[in-house]
């Protein structure tokens, strides 16, 4: 069964600076889908950025880019020139190529933005 | 563009009473559909998964049931609530094989059960 790891139960950053959030999980599928999902305090999930296992090339959506290495099966999220809008929740999640797409989410890291 | 809505918004419930949440998708046909419950300060547990009206997918057994009854239309309910059914519950929807694999939230719905 896949497993999604995510070892920093608390994060903080001083705005403006980068912060990267860690990841790791276990398959032993060769295609799949890796996602970064957000958690605000007003607990819309909002996805961040997605990340296709058949590419090599790290996703990058304006200040949020991923760290993919797929051998270490690793995915952490870098987050530069932070700002109070990042303070949330985020969430590690694995999705499997299949009929119905089921995703497993990560326990989640709480990051706080620091003024 | 697409819309995912789910209401109410929040939702307090006795012990032992009945409970009906609606969940309901705009703008595609045939999506995945997912309820979700996320305890205070925890990560997110699949509840039931639907690829299509009338099919069902349980992954947790427990207190609560989900429904199917229209292509973009979900619903999760009980006959009788429990203390421990109190959490935040989220939709999600996702394309079926072949889409991007990516699934989209609601905005969830606050229950607490007293």
């Known amino acids: 069964a896949q497993t999604v790891t995510q070892s920093q139960p608390e994060m903080s950053v001083q705005e403006a600076e980068t912060v990267t959030l860690s990841c790791t999980y276990d398959t032993s599928e060769n295609n799949y889908y890796l996602f970064w999902y957000k958690q605000p305090p007003s607990r819309q999930m909002i996805l961040v950025i997605r990340?296709?296992?058949?590419?090599?090339q790290n996703a990058t959506e304006n200040r949020f880019s991923v760290n993919f290495q797929k051998a270490a099966k690793s995915f952490s999220l870098k987050i530069s020139d932070s700002q109070l809008g990042d303070t949330a929740m985020y969430f590690c999640a694995f999705g499997r190529q299949t009929s119905y797409d089921k995703v497993i989410f990560g326990p989640g890291t709480s990051l706080s933005v620091i003024p | 563009s697409q819309t995912i809505h789910q209401w109410p918004a929040t939702l307090v419930q006795p012990v032992g009473s009945p409970l009906s949440l609606e969940c309901t998708v705009e703008?595609?046909?045939?999506?995945?559909l997912y309820w979700y419950r996320q305890a205070a300060g925890r990560g997110l547990q699949l509840l039931f998964y639907s690829v299509g009206i009338g099919q069902i997918s349980s992954e947790v057994p427990q207190n609560l049931s989900a429904s199917r009854p229209q292509d973009r239309q979900f619903i999760l309910s009980s006959k009788k609530l429990l203390l421990s059914d109190s959490g935040f519950y989220l939709c999600?929807?996702?394309?079926?094989?072949?889409?991007?694999?990516?699934?989209?939230f609601g905005p969830g719905t606050r229950l607490l059960v007293l």
């Open positions: 703008g595609t046909s045939n999506p995945n």
């Open positions: 999600a929807w996702g394309l079926g094989s072949g889409g991007p694999g990516t699934q989209y």
């Open positions: 990340q296709e296992a058949y590419k090599q």
